[in-house]
């Protein structure tokens, strides 16, 4: 999603095509350009610089298997089993993605390194990795723990803090154990992943302004 107000809701689209990337402007008013060219249905070299509104995309082919698995064995993650392979495949179609990811198994089967292995994959790979275990939350302090609070939003807050959500952005935050967190907090937690958006625990009288949410897993 690109916050570009010169971008149509639905502008370009890209796909891999065998001699190249082939880009289609799907109809807009500004355009889409190579340059100086305005092109409407085109295959272009990887790595060309495309204009669509004030945004410039370098697009490029996408990482194969075998490289990604050489990237996730250095973040821990061994590739060497077709189970294993088919996971390396799927990490390799989520980086280039700012999405939220669901992570599942049992305990000990390795979902934090999965989690670094995707974030180090990512284009935010040199932003922070945030973890939170989400068990060892006091139920009381789940929303401040997760979103932060502002000064005077409890007995004890005593200035602003950041939460997990803030100090993420720009990076990854993976959230352990989510299933720990109680009925009511998880309900909040959807509604953050749903707007995309998130707010401070404020006391009474203070602001509403809410902040973006970057990536979570």
Aim: hydrophobic share 45%; aromatic share 4%; charged share 25%.
């Amino acid at each position: 999603v690109l916050h570009d107000e010169e971008a149509a809701p639905a502008h370009v689209e890209m796909w891999v095509a065998p001699d190249g990337i082939g880009v289609r402007d799907l109809g807009t008013r500004t355009g889409t350009f190579v340059g100086a060219v305005r092109v409407i249905d085109a295959v272009v070299p990887p790595a060309t610089r495309v204009r669509i509104g004030r945004t410039v995309l370098s697009v490029g082919h996408p990482p194969q298997t075998g490289d990604v698995r050489a990237r996730l064995a250095a973040e821990g993650l061994v590739c060497a089993s077709d189970a294993m392979g088919d996971v390396a495949e799927s990490l390799r179609k989520l980086a280039p993605f700012a999405m939220s990811v669901l992570v599942e198994g049992e305990t000990g089967t390795g979902k934090e390194v999965v989690a670094r292995a995707l974030h180090a994959l990512s284009m935010r790979n040199n932003g922070p990795f945030v973890f939170v275990d989400c068990g060892a939350l006091p139920p009381s302090l789940v929303e401040s723990e997760l979103f932060g609070h502002e000064r005077g939003a409890f007995t004890s807050a005593e200035g602003q803090r950041a939460g997990a959500f803030e100090m993420a952005h720009g990076g990854t935050l993976f959230l352990d154990e989510i299933g720990e967190l109680p009925r009511e907090s998880q309900a909040a937690l959807l509604g953050v992943l749903s707007r995309r958006r998130f707010r401070r625990v404020v006391g009474r009288g203070a602001g509403d302004d809410d902040l973006l949410l970057g990536r979570a897993i």
